[in-house]
Nanobody
Framework: VQLQASGGGLVQPGGTLRLSCVAS????????MGWYRQAPGKQRELVAT???????NYADSVLGRFTISRDDAKNTVYLQMNSLKPEDTAVYYC???????????????WGQGTLVTVSS
């Protein structure tokens, strides 16, 4: 099982970016999915998560600016980021709880990270 994140880049303050993360490989089902970020010199922090039934949860710092969504037919989770601020600069990691087969428990998988830089 692999998670492949994409969509990062350099954007000016106030700009937008859309991150995508697709799960590939052999697995039975995906439960919750989410995005985390790690800024230089800081610990990794939660940005947003979404349950299997589509219920989102956001960090206070991104509430109202970021939107998480998922497309289960494509095994993909998205993060729409609007009104970006310099403090949003970080490596963004996707996460998914995946069950390899019908008798396994869900376990977390991580993508490789995609860099988002917000700067003028």
């Amino acid at each position: 099982v692999q998670l492949q994140a994409s969509g990062g880049g350099l954007v000016q303050p106030g700009g937008t970016l859309r991150l995508s993360c697709v799960a590939s490989g052999s697995f039975f089902s995906i439960n919750a999915m989410g995005w985390y970020r790690q800024a230089p010199g800081k610990q990794r922090e939660l940005v947003a998560t979404i349950t299997s039934d589509g219920s989102p949860n956001y960090a206070d710092s991104v509430l109202g600016r970021f939107t998480i969504s998922r497309d289960d037919a494509k095994n993909t989770v998205y993060l729409q980021m609007n009104s970006l601020k310099p403090e949003d600069t970080a490596v963004y990691y996707c996460n998914a709880h995946i069950r390899r087969n019908a008798i396994n428990y869900y376990r977390p998988y991580w993508g490789q990270g995609t860099l988002v830089t917000v700067s003028s």
